[in-house]
Every structure is written in structure tokens, then in C-alpha cells.
T-cell receptor, first 115, second 111 residues
Framework: NAGVMQNPRHLVRRRGQEARLRCSPM?????VYWYRQLPEEGLKFMVY????????ESGMPKERFSAEFPKEGPSILRIQQVVRGDSAAYFC?????????????FGPGTRLTVT | GESVGLHLPTLSVQEGDNSIINCAYS??????FIWYKQESGKGPQFIID?????DKRQGQRVTVLLNKTVKHLSLQIAATQPGDSAVYFC??????????FGPGTRLSVLP
């Protein structure tokens, strides 16, 4: 049973370009979370999605950032017109969210570098 | 000993000694807690969890203690090994809402 998959693992973008980060949850998991991590810091929640729905986007910047989790295919975190401050590791986690089971399983992350 | 670095507090222990990593959580209503281990360049890895109706839970070489009175969580690692060197995060959850992660502690195992 494959774990959470993220791609690409490393992404380099110039200022002003778009970044698309993909996350395939574990089999049977329909809940996906995105987190951002700056060097030497903890993980900061960005957005929580269920299939075709955004449940909580309270941690996502209001501009330039968007996320989706379509009925088919991976979840996508999209950053438009990237700036140097967007450079970070972006982690996706998935969860079955069965009754009382909130455990989240993390992917290996995408390291975004904005030049 | 324990020191506060530029961002992450660091705990240095001798190989074979026991390690205790502490975490203060913020929400008294949180009912579920997880300790994660993150090695350099990798995603967080689940270590052990505990629910708020418990005050202690043991795994293989690890024990988590929960003190709800002072909102404190600790992770004890017995007989620390070089492979335990990593950053450790606690995370709290309030009845299925999103996890809130602590700032992390870097564990450095000295030979």
C-alpha cells in the first residue's frame, strides 16, 4: 500500500511564475491537508480538503494561493506569481477521517525554491 | 543539555541515555495528540499518539505522557540511538479539527 505521494520533490521557479504542487493521498483516504514549513520552523496549516470540497482554508494566504482536490486525480496546490517568500517545503498529509481516527500520514514534501 | 538555537530548541543526549522532549500545547479542548519525527529532507513520521482520556501511553522504546492540568506533553525515548537524531514535533487536535503543530525540538545524539 503506497504512502502519500508528492511531486515534484523539488521545484525551482522564477519570480512571477506559477508553481503547481501535486499530492496523491493514501489509498482509501479522502481527506487531504497542506502544510508549509520554513527552514528550522514547524509546520503551518494551510488548507484542508475533501474530495471536491474545501473544508478549511483558514491558513491559506488570500491572494495567489489556491487548492483543489478533484473527484479524480491528485490534490493540487497552486501558487501564482511566486515571490521569494514562497520558498519553503510544502507537505501534504492524508487521513481516512474515520470516526475518532484523525491520524495524518505525511508525504515526502515538495521543496519550492523561488529565484 | 538543552539549549535554544536561532529557531529550534536543541536537546543533546549521549547515545544510550534516555531522552525527554517536552511540548506545551495551546488548546485545553484538544482531545488527541501525536508526536512526529522528522528527519532531514523528509516528511514527518508518526511515532505515537495519545487521547485526552489517557495520561500515559507506551510504544516500542517511546512513552508519551499527557498532563492536561498544565497542558503539557512529553515524549520519552529509552536508550537513545543515533538513528533517533531528528526534529520532533508534537501536534494537537480538537475533535477532528486541524492539527496544530508545536515549534519542534531538534534531538542530537552524541556518540
Amino acid at each position: 500500500n503506497a504512502g502519500v505521494m508528492q511531486n515534484p520533490r523539488h521545484l525551482v521557479r522564477r519570480r512571477g511564475q506559477e508553481a503547481r504542487l501535486r499530492c496523491s493521498p493514501m489509498k482509501g483516504h479522502s481527506h487531504v491537508y497542506w502544510y508549509r514549513q520554513l527552514p528550522e520552523e514547524g509546520l503551518k496549516f494551510m488548507v484542508y480538503l475533501q474530495k471536491e470540497n474545501i473544508i478549511d482554508e483558514s491558513g491559506m494566504p488570500k491572494e495567489r494561493f489556491s487548492a483543489e482536490f478533484p473527484k479524480e486525480g491528485p490534490s493540487i496546490l497552486r501558487i501564482q506569481q511566486v515571490v521569494r517568500g514562497d520558498s519553503a517545503a510544502y507537505f501534504c498529509a492524508s487521513s481516512p477521517r474515520l470516526a475518532g481516527d484523525y491520524e495524518q500520514y505525511f508525504g515526502p514534501g515538495t521543496r519550492l525554491t523561488v529565484t | 543539555g538543552e539549549s535554544v538555537g536561532l529557531h529550534l530548541p536543541t536537546l543533546s543526549v549521549q547515545e544510550g541515555d534516555n531522552s525527554i522532549i517536552n511540548c506545551a500545547y495551546s488548546n485545553s479542548a484538544s482531545d488527541y495528540f501525536i508526536w512526529y519525527k522528522q528527519e532531514s529532507g523528509k516528511g514527518p513520521q508518526f511515532i505515537i499518539d495519545i487521547r485526552s482520556n489517557m495520561d500515559k501511553r507506551q510504544g516500542q522504546r517511546v512513552t508519551v505522557l499527557l498532563n492536561k492540568t498544565v497542558k503539557h506533553l512529553s515524549l520519552q525515548i529509552a536508550a537513545t540511538q543515533p538513528g533517533d537524531s531528528a526534529v520532533y514535533f508534537c501536534a494537537e487536535n480538537n475533535y477532528g479539527q486541524n492539527f496544530v503543530f508545536g515549534p519542534g525540538t531538534r534531538l542530537s545524539v552524541l556518540p
